[in-house]
C-alpha cells in the first residue's frame, strides 16, 4: 500500500499498469456442492425410542417434573455431534417438563451445566435398567 502525497487532489493516486487476472474462475461450473450425510443403520424410530410411550418419567427434575407418562419421550445425552443424536442407550425417559428443562431450561433457572448433565445421567442409569427389564437392551455374561 503507497501513501498519497499530501499536495495531491487525491485523482492523482495509484493507477494499476497491468489488469488483475484469476487463477481460478470466479463461477463454479458444478454449483454448490452440499454436505451429504452418512446414513445410519439405526431407524428414526426404534424399539426403544417407541418404548418411552407411557413410561413414567426417569430424569425426575426437582421443581420441574410434571409426572405425565403421556409425554414421555426418550432424551439423548449430549455427545453425538452437531445435528446428531446419540445412540438410544444413551437416553433417559423423560416427560416434556424434564425434557425442556434438560434441553436448556436449567440454564434460565440458576443451575450448572454440571447439575443437569448429573440429573440426566441418573436417569439415564435408571433408564437403561427399566430397557433391561423390558428386554430392550441384554447385558451378555449376567447372571
Request: charge should be positive.
Amino acid at each position: 500500500m503507497a501513501l498519497a502525497d499530501p499536495d495531491t487532489t487525491g485523482t492523482e493516486m495509484l493507477t494499476r499498469k497491468t489488469p488483475l487476472k484469476t487463477k481460478t474462475s470466479l463461477k463454479s461450473k458444478g454449483g454448490l456442492k452440499s454436505r451429504t450425510r452418512m446414513k445410519t443403520s439405526r431407524p428414526n424410530r426404534s424399539k426403544i425410542r417407541e418404548s418411552a410411550k407411557g413410561e413414567p418419567c426417569l430424569v425426575r427434575v426437582p421443581g420441574v417434573c410434571n409426572g405425565n407418562s403421556d409425554t414421555t419421550v426418550l432424551a439423548h445425552l449430549n455427545g453425538g455431534g452437531i445435528g446428531w443424536k446419540n445412540e438410544d442407550h444413551k437416553a433417559a425417559y423423560a416427560c416434556s417438563a424434564c425434557h425442556g428443562w434438560l434441553d436448556g431450561g436449567y440454564a434460565t433457572q440458576g443451575y450448572s451445566r454440571a447439575t443437569r448433565d448429573l440429573w440426566h445421567l441418573e436417569g439415564v442409569v435408571r433408564t437403561q435398567d427399566r430397557l433391561i427389564e423390558k428386554g430392550h437392551i441384554e447385558v451378555k455374561g449376567a447372571a
